[in-house]
């Protein structure tokens, strides 16, 4: 597991494209939208930088795991977004060192907290987070993105 670079932009669209065509409830974004997404934007977000970053897994030379980290305007909170492990890889613990390399980060960057959003009906996601430290709490007051109306926020303090 590994922090991704701009050099990995191709296999980075490659497994959003992969996560968003598997578990499409998963993620506010869909397939069709991120096919039709520059190579531009994800060459910026395969780049790390002091308020993003995105760690993946690899396997026989392509991604099957990832999650993303970003700071926008709030410089007190990082937000954990895309988080997705390939069906064949769950269950084996990626998912809990994909969310300790995000919390690794955000303290890095003196971050004070990192917040999320669950997907309505993704229980295991929420199972998952809880797992790993997060408490469930009201809809933060600002997200960088619109969640729909039903999902679930978790944040964890560091």
């Keep these: 597991m590994r ?7 191709e296999r980075l ?10 578990d499409p409830q998963a993620f506010l974004e869909t397939l069709d939208h991120a096919r039709k997404l520059p190579d531009g ?19 026989d030379g392509a991604f099957a795991a990832m ?12 937000y954990l977004v895309g ?6 890889l769950r269950g084996t613990g990626i998912a809990i060192q994909l969310v300790e390399h995000v919390l690794d980060w955000a303290r890095e960057h003196r971050r004070v907290r990192v917040v ?6 993704i229980d295991r996601a929420a199972r998952l987070y809880e797992k ?15 969640p729909n109306a039903d999902n679930r926020f978790y944040a964890y303090e560091l």
Excluded: K, N
């Excluded at 669209?13 to 598997?22: E, G, H, I, S």
């Excluded at 988080?83 to 064949?88: D, L, T």
């Excluded at 997060?134 to 960088?144: D, G, K, R, S, T």
């Design 132 to 146: 790993c430290g997060f408490v469930q709490i009201p809809q933060p007051a600002e997200l960088p993105y619109e």
């Design 3 to 9: 922090r991704a670079d701009a050099a990995d932009w």
């Design 41 to 59: 934007h994800w060459r910026e977000r395969a780049t790390p930088s002091e308020t993003q970053a995105t760690f993946v897994e690899e396997r």
């Design 67 to 78: 999650v993303a980290v970003f700071v926008a305007d709030d410089p007190a909170t990082a």
């Design 13 to 22: 669209r490659d497994v959003r494209l992969r996560a968003l065509a598997t």
């Design 116 to 121: 999320l959003s669950v997907e309505p009906g």
């Design 83 to 88: 988080m997705w492990v390939a069906p064949e």
